[in-house]
């Protein structure tokens, strides 16, 4: 059975750090990334990396600022959000899947329970 368990969420002041984790067990995955859904508004793409971390895609408001990586050993991937912003506050969900390319949520096999960010300004 599939489980992706995050970790790492919490509060933090505007310009502050956060490093969120996610563990996978039960399969390998192609592709393993973030999205995250702010209160009121739909459920967005924020970044993905591929098996062997060759190809990573960030959505345009976190470039710069994230960081993307992975673990294929471990089945883990991470995600160093550096120079947060009030907007930046919603739940982050882990997913994975085995598409080609893993941008939008129909793309997206399996999903973690999320953790919140919280930013204040």
Known sequence: QVQLVESGGGLVQAGG??????AASGRAFNNMGWFRQAPGKGREFVAT????????????????????S??????TVD???????????AVYLCAAGWAVSMTSGHEVD????????TVSS
């Open 17 to 22: 750090s956060l490093r969120l984790s996610c």
């Open 49 to 68: 990396i591929n098996k062997n971390g060759g190809r990573r895609y960030y959505t345009d408001s976190v470039k710069g600022r994230f960081t993307i």
């Open 70 to 75: 992975r673990d294929d050993v471990k089945n």
């Open 79 to 89: 995600l160093q959000m550096n120079k947060l912003a009030p907007e930046d506050t």
């Open 110 to 117: 399996y999903w973690g329970q999320g953790t919140q960010v």
